[in-house]
């Protein structure tokens, strides 16, 4: 428990999730606050983390969560867990009285930092101006609420933060918090939204830029990253085709052969969403069973079925959901344009036929 000026700080995991529990308050002061909404109360009371809970200075933007007031104490419910070992800090600007400043921390038996950046998506070197989405894959389950602090896209040239590219709330994690998806704000994206005209792009063709993640992002024990990470993309001009299976390549294998049947991509695809889908289906409809693999810079797809090749003909069967780097998909641009024709995809083109023949003798 922390106490200063006879206000203290208690930690309640009575509820799961640790609580901030702020004690003290007299019953005039905690009347008051019931009356107050979440703005008014995160105001007088925000809650801070990391480096900024150890600044004298408060920052202008506190942790996301809601209050409570009860009969005896302020409780702050954080949106994301706090951390284990990370300080924070409470600041109390009730009754006009001079600001305090509650320092906190959740106890951690920490060991040695073990968590990395495993990888990004894209994983080929060049992004489009229109870049829809960033994947960062770590080794660990991570902790939530840290991306605005420990993640910034910057200048390559200059080392200059680019301001505000992605959406901040909430933070995309994956169901084991170890893939986060960055999704840039897409009112900078589509022309003619105000945000757009007002900002616009967050990545400008011909400049590179640096995905950094220092070693402070917290994994779910609450220790920092092993090392911290850093990427460098070249940035290319717009993206807006919707994503067509006839345009891609097709290398079909040979009958009573477990060869991998390859799929070449016109444009390098969404890393996540070639997960799961495309699939091998038989001239039955039937799934075929076998092992898919996504290729160098999401520009190519291979399947390696789990037992050889019978003869006979094959489909490709492909979601439409299925986008390209900048939210193309094969029913829809992202970013379309509201006085063309855009007719609807016929979802017949979301399957692809091919054959698997005998290898004649001496090809």
């Known amino acids: 428990m922390t106490r200063r000026r006879g206000l203290a700080i208690e930690l309640s995991t009575a509820e799961g999730s640790p609580r901030v529990r702020l004690l003290g308050l007299d019953p005039a002061t905690l009347r008051r606050l019931a009356a107050l909404g979440e703005r008014e109360l995160a105001r007088e009371f925000p809650v801070y983390s990391s480096d900024h809970a150890r600044s004298d200075a408060l920052p202008p ?88 602090q420990h993640l910034h896209l910057v200048r390559d040239d200059s080392g200059e933060p680019i301001e505000d590219p992605f959406v901040p709330e909430p933070e995309l994690w994956d169901r084991d918090r170890r893939r986060l998806t960055l999704l840039f704000d897409p009112g900078r994206l589509k022309r ?26 917290r994994d779910a024990d609450g220790n920092p990253l092993r090392e911290p990470f850093e990427r460098r993309y070249e940035v290319g001009g717009d993206l807006r085709a919707r994503v067509d299976p006839h345009d891609w390549e097709f290398r079909p294998p040979a009958a009573g052969t477990a060869e991998a049947l390859h799929v070449r991509f016109d444009r390098p695809l969404d890393h996540a969403l070639l997960q799961h889908c495309i699939e091998v289906r038989d001239d039955a409809g039937r799934p075929v069973r076998g092992h898919p693999q996504v290729g160098p810079a999401e520009r190519s797809w291979a399947f390696t079925p789990a037992a050889p090749w019978p003869e006979g003909d094959y489909r490709l069967a492909i979601d439409p959901r299925i986008e390209d780097l900048a939210g ?11 006085e063309r024709d855009e007719a609807t995809v016929d979802a017949a083109r979301t399957s692809i036929s091919f054959a698997v023949r005998a290898r004649l003798e001496g090809n």
């Open 61 to 148: 933007e506190s942790m996301a969560g809601r209050y409570e007031v009860g009969a005896d104490a302020l409780t702050f419910v954080p949106r994301y867990p706090l951390v284990p070992g990370l300080d924070y800090a409470m600041g109390v600007h009730a009754d006009g009285g001079e600001p305090q400043r509650l320092a906190f921390r959740l106890p951690s038996d920490r060991g040695a930092p073990t968590t990395e950046v495993l990888a990004t998506y894209p994983s080929g070197g060049r992004l489009v101006r229109n870049q829809l989405k960033l994947y960062i894959q770590f080794s660990a389950s991570m902790s939530e609420g840290q991306v605005g």
């Open 192 to 217: 003619g939204l105000l945000p757009q005209l007002e900002a616009g792009y967050p990545l400008q063709e011909g400049v590179a830029v640096r995905l950094v993640v220092d070693d402070g992002f």
């Open 328 to 338: 193309n998909s094969l029913t829809r641009l992202f970013d379309r344009d509201l």
